[in-house]
């Protein structure tokens, strides 16, 4: 009996402080406990500290930036069809250049005397209108060259102040990232400047030939009207 | 002894299988004192150095972001701006400087050589005209100087600059030398024949000055030797640079802390979207050169336009001279 009560004794011993997979499940209980809970433990009042931090970041200061909850369709950034202008009443009005010449032939023909006079007025009166096309074109060039010069500021990207310790560091380089970031936004801001001139001066070139166009359609309708005279 | 025995079974039972269902509470081992010990230190770690920022210029460009990009806005604003006082002004500078070369008391002639005009060389005449134009009085306002005049004035200065660039692109179709080149041709022909080479030769001459401007653009852009390409390579050679870079952290990365990696691979995209920055400052000045080619292919076009304006105006006056009785 005495030695079963020493084999008990000798068991319960070795089962209790020895028994290796026992030590080791306690051990990764704890380990596995603190990896779960991360940085949250409230083990200090630092951790507390943090957390709240942390959750005033994101429900308070940035729930945007925390949430990602940016709705692009709400902002109406984008140009659509429904935004066209209408212009019939400025072109009408002769806003884009002049629609008809019918009132400038009636002043030559009241204030011309002679022959000579007539040819002058209507040379001064192309050149006045070659003139305004002309000032229209130019101030589109010099346009472009403002926006080349406004754009130089942008082109400018050094990359400092990253130094500092471990994750510091890391939110430097983010920080340079947003900033070229934004240079590029403006960038191609002053991209979208440059399309909406190019296009505006390309409209511009075609005014230019609808005064030609105009001929052309006469020419053609004189020359349609000659063959039904040939026929009558 | 057996009652001894068996409480001494059952004391170390109800020990053994409570201390199993407590897995972490216990703090009085050692080991477990040691752990959260070295855990303590660890947070402190990384409250103090890890997620600590002590240099306050790290996030600068953060900082600064707001009003840089109310920067941007303001420029674009003052953009508006001077879109609209050019349109007035470069009409202005255009026909006052019409007037004072093509006046009465214009002497634009004297200015004018046919061999030179001939052979596209304009410079003569254009350093007259810059002469006079700079000196047309622009209305840029009184009072102190405010932003507002500042961009009045800016405006101003490039009305006159854009003028001279467009007479410079397409001198013969500013009226006055049209007609003071007419004047010195009549002048300088001796005969019908002589008259008409004349005509020829000076509008060639024209042409010429007109292809050298178009010809520029296209030596700018097209070839293998042309600043376009040059700046393109230069452009993907550094990029390459970059990438060649980060596949040396890449290689070295068991070397190095993954903070560090992070920092320097971080880096190294900055530089990356830098180099799209400049493709993207690079297309904007293409777009800009793209922009002022086509205004002078309008400028040139002018001319087509003042014919059939010309030829409008000459047949509304047929008309109007037939109901008159003149025909």
């Given at each position: 009996?005495?030695?079963?009560?020493?084999?008990?004794?000798?068991?319960?011993?070795?089962?209790?402080?020895?028994?290796?997979?026992?030590?080791?499940?306690?051990?990764?209980?704890?380990?596995?406990?603190?990896?779960?809970?991360?940085?949250k433990?409230?083990?200090?009042?630092?951790?507390?500290?943090?957390?709240?931090?942390?959750?005033?970041?994101?429900?308070?200061?940035?729930?945007?930036?925390?949430?990602?909850?940016?709705?692009?369709?709400?902002?109406d950034?984008?140009?659509?069809?429904?935004?066209d202008?209408?212009v019939?009443?400025?072109?009408?009005?002769?806003?884009?250049?002049p629609v008809?010449?019918?009132?400038?032939?009636?002043?030559?023909?009241?204030?011309?005397?002679?022959?000579?006079?007539?040819?002058?007025?209507?040379?001064d009166?192309?050149?006045?209108?070659k003139?305004?096309?002309?000032?229209?074109?130019?101030?589109y060039?010099?346009?472009?060259?403002?926006?080349?010069?406004?754009?130089?500021?942008?082109?400018?990207?050094?990359?400092?102040?990253?130094?500092?310790?471990?994750?510091?560091?890391?939110?430097?380089?983010?920080?340079?990232?947003?900033?070229?970031?934004?240079?590029?936004?403006?960038?191609?801001?002053?991209?979208?400047?440059?399309?909406?001139?190019?296009?505006a001066?390309?409209?511009?070139?075609a005014?230019?030939?609808?005064?030609?166009?105009?001929n052309?359609?006469?020419?053609?309708l004189?020359?349609t009207?000659?063959?039904y005279?040939?026929?009558? | 002894?057996?009652?001894?025995?068996?409480?001494?079974?059952?004391?170390?039972?109800?020990?053994?299988?409570?201390?199993?269902t407590?897995p972490?509470?216990?703090?009085?081992?050692?080991?477990?004192?040691?752990?959260?010990a070295?855990?303590?230190?660890?947070?402190?770690?990384?409250?103090?150095?890890?997620?600590?920022?002590?240099?306050?210029?790290?996030?600068?460009?953060?900082?600064?972001?707001?009003?840089?990009?109310?920067?941007?806005?303001?420029?674009?604003?003052?953009?508006?701006?001077?879109?609209?006082?050019?349109?007035?002004?470069?009409?202005?500078?255009?026909?006052?400087?019409?007037?004072?070369?093509?006046?009465?008391?214009?002497?634009?002639?004297?200015?004018?050589?046919?061999?030179d005009?001939?052979s596209?060389?304009?410079?003569?005449?254009?350093?007259?005209?810059?002469?006079?134009?700079?000196?047309?009085p622009?209305?840029?306002?009184?009072?102190?100087?405010t932003?507002?005049?500042?961009?009045?004035?800016?405006?101003a200065?490039?009305?006159?600059r854009?003028?001279?660039?467009?007479?410079?692109?397409?001198?013969?179709?500013?009226?006055?030398i049209?007609t003071?080149?007419?004047?010195?041709?009549?002048?300088?022909?001796?005969?019908?024949?002589?008259?008409?080479?004349?005509?020829?030769?000076?509008?060639?001459?024209?042409?010429?000055?007109?292809?050298?401007?178009?010809?520029?653009?296209?030596?700018?852009?097209?070839?293998?030797?042309s600043?376009?390409?040059k700046?393109?390579?230069k452009?993907?050679?550094?990029?390459?640079?970059?990438?060649?870079?980060?596949?040396?952290?890449?290689?070295?990365?068991?070397?190095?802390?993954?903070?560090?990696?992070?920092?320097?691979?971080?880096a190294?995209?900055?530089?990356?979207?830098?180099?799209?920055?400049?493709?993207?400052?690079?297309?904007?000045?293409?777009?800009a050169?793209?922009?002022?080619?086509?205004?002078?292919?309008?400028?040139?076009?002018?001319?087509?336009?003042?014919?059939?304006?010309?030829?409008?105006?000459?047949?509304?006056?047929?008309?109007?001279?037939?109901?008159?009785?003149?025909?």
């Amino acid at each position: 009996m005495k030695k079963f009560i020493a084999l008990c004794m000798v068991f319960f011993i070795i089962f209790a402080f020895v028994q290796p997979s026992y030590a080791g499940s306690w051990w990764k209980k704890i380990i596995r406990k603190m990896m779960r809970e991360g940085v949250k433990r409230t083990d200090s009042s630092w951790d507390d500290a943090h957390a709240v931090k942390m959750a005033y970041d994101a429900y308070v200061v940035a729930p945007r930036a925390f949430s990602g909850d940016i709705d692009f369709v709400d902002f109406d950034i984008y140009i659509d069809a429904e935004d066209d202008v209408d212009v019939k009443k400025d072109v009408a009005s002769g806003e884009y250049g002049p629609v008809s010449f019918e009132e400038d032939a009636l002043e030559i023909i009241a204030k011309s005397t002679s022959q000579a006079a007539k040819s002058k007025m209507i040379s001064d009166r192309v050149n006045f209108y070659k003139l305004q096309a002309m000032s229209r074109l130019t101030s589109y060039l010099e346009r472009a060259n403002k926006l080349k010069e406004d754009l130089k500021e942008w082109r400018e990207t050094d990359i400092d102040n990253v130094s500092g310790l471990s994750l510091e560091s890391i939110s430097g380089v983010m920080s340079e990232k947003s900033e070229v970031m934004a240079n590029g936004i403006a960038l191609k801001t002053y991209m979208n400047e440059l399309l909406a001139l190019k296009n505006a001066v390309t409209g511009e070139i075609a005014l230019l030939g609808t005064v030609n166009y105009a001929n052309m359609v006469s020419e053609s309708l004189n020359g349609t009207m000659e063959i039904y005279d040939l026929v009558r | 002894m057996k009652k001894f025995v068996l409480s001494l079974i059952l004391v170390f039972s109800v020990t053994s299988f409570a201390f199993a269902t407590v897995p972490v509470a216990r703090t009085d081992n050692i080991l477990e004192q040691l752990f959260l010990a070295r855990y303590t230190e660890m947070q402190t770690w990384l409250e103090k150095t890890a997620f600590s920022i002590t240099n306050p210029q790290t996030l600068g460009d953060l900082k600064a972001l707001p009003e840089k990009l109310k920067s941007l806005k303001k420029d674009l604003d003052r953009f508006t701006d001077f879109s609209g006082d050019i349109r007035k002004l470069t009409g202005h500078v255009y026909k006052k400087g019409d007037e004072v070369l093509g006046g009465l008391d214009g002497d634009l002639g004297e200015y004018i050589d046919m061999r030179d005009i001939m052979s596209g060389n304009f410079d003569r005449v254009l350093s007259k005209i810059e002469n006079e134009i700079k000196d047309i009085p622009i209305d840029t306002g009184d009072g102190p100087e405010t932003e507002d005049r500042e961009m009045k004035k800016a405006a101003a200065a490039s009305s006159v600059r854009g003028v001279m660039e467009s007479i410079s692109t397409v001198p013969m179709s500013l009226p006055s030398i049209e007609t003071a080149t007419a004047i010195n041709t009549i002048s300088e022909s001796p005969s019908t024949v002589a008259r008409k080479q004349n005509v020829i030769s000076a509008s060639s001459g024209a042409k010429m000055n007109l292809m050298e401007e178009y010809a520029s653009y296209i030596a700018r852009y097209d070839g293998k030797d042309s600043i376009h390409r040059k700046k393109i390579e230069k452009i993907l050679k550094e990029t390459e640079n970059i990438v060649e870079s980060s596949k040396e952290y890449a290689e070295k990365i068991k070397d190095m802390e993954a903070q560090q990696a992070i920092a320097r691979v971080g880096a190294d995209q900055i530089a990356m979207l830098a180099m799209q920055n400049v493709l993207l400052a690079n297309i904007n000045d293409t777009l800009a050169d793209e922009i002022t080619l086509l205004a002078k292919i309008g400028l040139a076009e002018t001319e087509e336009y003042a014919n059939a304006i010309k030829k409008s105006l000459e047949d509304y006056i047929d008309i109007y001279s037939v109901i008159r009785g003149d025909k």
